[in-house]
Nanobody
Framework: QVQLVESGGGLVQPGGSLRLSCVAS????????MTWYRQAPGKERELVAV????????AYAGSVKGRFTISRDNAKNTVYLQMNSLKPEDTAVYYC????????????WGKGTLVTVSS
């Protein structure tokens, strides 16, 4: 069965760093665009970063550009989000999403990992 399992969340101080991981199984990871989203308490879910299947193209939300880096290791079926210079506003549940680049409508979501940045 399809699984996306996020890990690496936790409690950090402002200015600190975390690296999130999302391990995929049950589908051909190397043909899927991977996206990190986040949802803060009381807020709508927002896109954070995107990486295409080959890893050669990325995009970021303006609020995290220059601080966060998305990467992937197709041999390990894993996508990462390196988060530096964390701010209290980054506190959210972070989710990874997989979207097929060849099959319309093929999309999978993980259950999320909580990142809390103290103030």
């Amino acid at each position: 069965q399809v699984q996306l399992v996020e890990s690496g969340g936790g409690l950090v101080q402002p200015g600190g760093s975390l690296r999130l991981s999302c391990v995929a199984s049950g589908f051909t990871f190397s043909t899927y665009t991977m996206t990190w989203y986040r949802q803060a308490p009381g807020k709508e879910r927002e896109l954070v970063a995107v990486i295409i299947s080959s890893g050669s193209g990325t995009a970021y939300a303006g609020s995290v550009k220059g601080r966060f880096t998305i990467s992937r290791d197709n041999a390990k079926n894993t996508v990462y989000l390196q988060m530096n210079s964390l701010k209290p506003e980054d506190t959210a549940v972070y989710y990874c999403k997989a979207r097929s680049e060849s099959v319309v409508g093929s999309e999978y979501w993980g259950k999320g990992t909580l990142v809390t940045v103290s103030s």
